[in-house]
């Protein structure tokens, strides 16, 4: 990988030339947003994860079928529950084989909920959301104005011999679109926005609830 | 086993996968059929093979379908933070056994006060080597802190060739993953052994590491009964994993009252392993003791024994009764480290024992008496 600050900095050193002597040193996001072309948004710092909360807050059990458990039985999935007590929040995790992982991955969820509730919109579950969101409304908004080009291109090859009135209809066609094209997006956001929302929200939660959709299209 | 029905098939199918709908006998429900299929796909992923990755999860389905525990399917089981490898031929670690090994490290790093030289560990009937390697990660990993952190010498014993074999494979295993430190030839700060003996064998202990003092002696031995392998112990474990591990060896034959003289332990069948895990500890005078027991009525059972005041039973191992005396006795349940209902006590032939934590009864502790001040766990 091409990383051009060290380069940079090996070059001066090279040169002979301390760094101190190129006036105060530039902080680090400064520098990296001189070799970046990436919008600005992505530089922002996103809120720190956050703590778990106090293990005397938290009830955990293990969930485990009835029986003599031990050796006399193998048991494969070992989930966690905890119980927040004040606020009685409940949360599960059996998304790896390892309980001491999904220990750790139930107080993670429980941290991030506690924290959607007390921060809201500040909140990392938010923010990450937000940037997600985002995100994938320009990619949707790129996909579609470059299948629309391309389908324009293909029609104005297919229909040469009609000439004006295809340009005119084209040109109309792109206005028009251009119109419609900010409600639809309006409306797909809105419904993107929710799926995406909800999956930014807590990306553990997929695992939490393994029986998902993804494995049958998977396997179709 | 209940029938399962066939809707529940078509809903796996449907919902999940035509594999899952394969693994359903095996995993008897919709949500750890949904999880195996998950992880088994995981493990092809995460590991490198010639045979495409469809066909590798087709296989493994397959096996797993056949009622092969899942470990074996995958040859690992996750132990604390430790990746443990499994065979078949040696017993797959349990997660009651976790639960207890961690928490048996915290008081063994807290014990630092008198600055001891070295920390001697000593587990019997060891398997794969789980309870040594997760004590050592522990001890490791907890206590940096301290300028000069002792040595560890942690040694274990199984009688089977395979289960030694592998208890050294895993601690390659687990050095080559980064969890544990490289084994130190020049480097005193831990040394771990495994070899292979019996341990009713009288000589024993000529055969073990030199040890000063030994800090814990540890043992999930078998401890099923006959009856019990054959009504509640699951199938797969029946079928799949080694019948040595689980189930204690009848009495020589000719012995069979276990009444009569012949028979050296005065106890159940099943229990005898902690008739002898007893008769050690009275020899080796071990500062901690936990034994893995297989419930609430084998736990005490053991404390009988270790009280002397089982059920018309006298002391252990004839004449080794001391160990009544200086050992305090304590019962742990399935989770030792959950608080349960506030000062939970039982009544063993007329002395109190402290029962921790939720659950099943898993596990019977002694700590010495005087030496070092009663389990420091709170409560």
């Known amino acids: 990988m091409l990383r051009p600050l060290s380069s940079l900095r090996a070059l001066l050193r090279r040169a002979g030339i301390p760094e101190s002597h190129h006036g105060p040193p530039i902080s680090r996001p400064a520098l990296r947003s001189r070799f970046t072309t990436s919008p600005a948004a992505n530089l922002k710092q996103l809120p720190p994860r956050p703590k778990h909360p106090p293990e005397s807050e938290i009830e955990e059990s293990f969930l485990k079928g009835s029986g003599p458990g031990g050796q006399k039985i193998n048991k494969t999935s070992s989930a966690v529950q905890l119980k927040h007590i004040p606020t009685g929040l409940v949360v599960k995790s059996q998304a790896t084989r390892s309980r001491t992982q999904n220990r750790k991955i139930a107080r993670d969820l429980l941290a991030l909920k506690l924290d959607a509730i007390a921060n809201g919109d500040q909140s990392r579950t938010a923010v990450v959301g937000d940037v997600k969101r985002k995100r ?7 996909s579609r104005r470059k299948y629309r080009k391309l389908v324009d291109a293909g029609a104005g090859a297919g229909s ?30 809105e419904g993107e926005v929710e799926t995406e929302a909800e999956r930014a929200q807590d990306p553990e939660t997929e695992r939490v609830q393994p029986i998902e959709v993804d494995n049958t299209k998977k396997d179709k | 086993m209940p029938r399962l029905p066939p809707s529940l098939f078509w809903r796996a199918r449907r919902e999940i996968s035509p594999l899952a709908a394969q693994l359903l006998p095996a995993c008897r429900d919709l949500q750890s059929a949904a999880n195996e299929l998950r992880w088994i796909r995981e493990h092809v992923q995460d590991t490198k093979s010639p ?37 078949s031929g040696v017993l797959i670690p349990r997660p009651e056994t976790e639960a207890y090994t961690l928490h048996l490290a915290t008081p063994l790093s807290q014990q630092s006060h008198p600055a001891p030289s070295s920390l001697s560990i000593l587990d019997l009937c060891t398997g794969t080597g789980c309870i040594p ?20 010498h942690i040694h274990g014993i199984d009688i089977s060739p395979q289960a030694i074999s592998l208890a050294r494979a895993n601690h390659a295993h687990n050095i080559a993953l980064g969890h544990l430190p490289p084994a130190p030839q020049s480097s005193p700060r831990y040394k771990l052994t495994f070899s292979q003996h019996d341990i009713f064998s009288p000589t024993l202990l000529h055969n073990l590491p030199p040890f000063q003092k030994i800090d814990l002696l540890v043992s999930n031995p078998p401890y099923i009964s006959h009856a019990d392998f054959a009504r509640t112990t699951a199938r797969a474990v029946r079928n799949h994993e080694p019948r040595l591990a689980l189930v204690p060896p009848p009495p020589p034959l000719g012995d069979r009252d276990p009444t009569s003289a012949g028979y050296q332990y ?17 020899l080796l005078k071990p500062e901690r003791v936990l034994m893995e027991v ?12 270790v009280t002397g005041t089982g059920d018309g039973e006298k002391g252990v191992g004839g004449g080794c009764g001391d160990v009544a005396g200086k050992y305090e006795v304590e019962v742990w349940r399935d989770e030792p480290a959950v608080r349960g209902k506030g000062g939970e006590r039982v009544e063993v032939g007329g002395r109190e024992v402290v029962v921790r934590g939720v659950g099943k009864g898993r596990a019977v502790y002694l700590v010495r008496r005087g030496s070092i001040p009663p389990s420091s766990s709170s409560e």
């Open chain 2, 133 to 152: 390697l997760l004590l050592l990660h522990s001890l490791l990993t907890t206590n940096p802190s301290t300028p000069t952190p002792p040595p560890i």
């Open chain 2, 51 to 87: 045979i495409p990755a469809k066909l590798r999860v087709w296989m493994l389905v397959e096996k797993r379908a056949k009622g092969v525990p899942l470990q074996y399917v995958l040859g690992t089981q996750p132990f604390g933070h430790l990746e443990i490898k499994c065979r």
């Open chain 1, 136 to 142: 994938a409304a320009s990619k949707a908004k790129k």
């Open chain 1, 160 to 189: 040469e011999g009609e000439g004006q009135q295809v340009e005119e209809g084209r040109e109309q066609g792109g206005e028009e679109e251009e119109g419609e094209e900010w409600e639809v997006v309006e409306e797909t956001e």
């Open chain 2, 266 to 282: 005065q106890c159940q069948p099943q229990d005898i392993f902690y008739a002898r895990l007893l008769e050690i500890v009275s």
């Open chain 2, 294 to 305: 297989g419930g609430w009525e084998q736990a005490l059972r053991v404390v009988g024994l």
